[in-house]
């Protein structure tokens, strides 16, 4: 569409939204602080998960580790225990490695500088001019999934957000309805997008700038936004088995970032002298992103105690007791499957 560049023909919109943000903004933890470690930590656990589902974890996570210190003084698997639940772990090994680097090179105090911000690992520029902006006044726009849906349905803009353009493309956009106070037009853009301009069946007869869409206007928000390119999932199968002798269980800890770093998993081969102990196999199938996964895991009871000295000296697993099991991270997958193990 045809768009006068001048921001001030628009500028009433991103008012419109912060006075409706001022009234309905929602109660939330983060919201009562300007700390931005906390804000930080909020913004990526609320990244792919619904405020609803990962609020115990967050107050969890703060109260165990409630400052950069604590944090970047923590061993790694306590920090991924305390992901459990969240899923995508290598954000809570960036988070530990990004606290880490604050003490070593900010002197323990948080960067104020979106570009500062940036600098640290796992951080992206949404969180940067999100913690940028609310906590230290900055002006980028915390551009996301929320940004691109509301502003192409306002702006009835074909923008194609799958374009590798389209953040810069969608950050000009905002800039066109962006009033001075940055931070709180971040999260009034953030609470519109998830309570009111939701992907499906948004609630336009509630939404503050509904006599600015034209989207709304013209009846085609289903029209918007618009995405061409479709990632397609990759089959994977994987294969387990659950070696387990007298209430203990093998495990070890994966190296590769390929999937699920750092997680602890079971055996994915065995010696021909444990074949005969397979007393069943389950498969269980699992989606992460752009991954199907299929998931044979093999219960193998070890009844011989020379069978199983043997497998664990020439093997480097860690054994492990169901009722320690807890103590640490594993797949989801794998950790529903020591679960009902437990239940037997
Ligand atoms: S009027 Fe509807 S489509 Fe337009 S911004 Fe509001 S909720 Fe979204």
């Not at 054994?319 to 529903?336: C, G, M, Q, R, Y």
């Amino acid at each position: 569409m045809e768009r006068d560049n001048k921001s001030s023909d628009f500028l009433h919109i991103g008012y419109k939204l912060l006075n409706w943000y001022g009234k309905n903004a929602r109660d939330l933890p983060f919201r009562q602080t300007k700390d931005p470690y906390k804000i930080w930590i909020c913004e990526i656990v609320f990244q792919q998960t619904r405020i609803s589902q990962g609020l115990n974890h967050y107050n969890n996570f703060i109260k165990r580790f409630p400052d950069v210190r604590t944090l970047a003084g923590a061993e790694e698997n306590e920090v991924l225990l305390y992901w459990k639940g969240l899923g995508y772990y290598s954000r809570a090994i960036n988070i530990h490695k990004a606290s880490q680097q604050i003490m070593n090179d900010y002197h323990g105090v948080f960067p104020a500088d979106y570009e500062e911000i940036l600098k640290l690992k796992g951080v992206g520029k949404y969180t940067a001019a999100a913690v940028s902006s609310i906590c230290f006044g900055g002006r980028m726009p915390a551009v996301d999934g929320n940004f691109y849906r509301v502003l192409s349905r306002i702006f009835a803009d074909d923008f194609d957000i799958s374009s590798s353009r389209a953040f810069s493309y969608f950050s000009q956009l905002a800039a066109l309805i962006m009033p001075e106070n940055v931070g709180d037009f971040n999260q009034a853009m953030m609470d519109l997008g998830s309570e009111i301009c939701k992907p499906k069946n948004p609630l336009c007869g509630e939404c503050p700038v509904n006599d600015d869409c034209l989207a709304f206007s013209l009846d085609r928000i289903s029209d918007y936004p618009v995405k061409t390119k479709k990632v397609k999932a990759q089959d994977l199968a994987l294969k387990y088995y659950f070696v387990h002798r007298n209430g203990k269980f093998l495990i070890r800890q994966r190296k590769d970032d390929f999937i699920w770093k750092k997680l602890f998993e079971f055996p994915d081969t065995i010696s021909e002298d444990l074949e005969p102990f397979i007393r069943n196999v389950k498969t269980v199938t699992h989606k992460l992103t752009h991954k199907n996964l299929t998931i044979e895991i093999s219960n193998v009871e070890v009844d011989s105690e020379v069978v199983w000295g043997r497998f664990i000296a020439q093997n480097h697993y860690l054994i492990t007791d169901f009722e320690d099991s807890h103590d640490k991270s594993f797949p989801k997958p794998l950790e529903n499957y020591i679960q009902n193990a437990l239940k037997d």
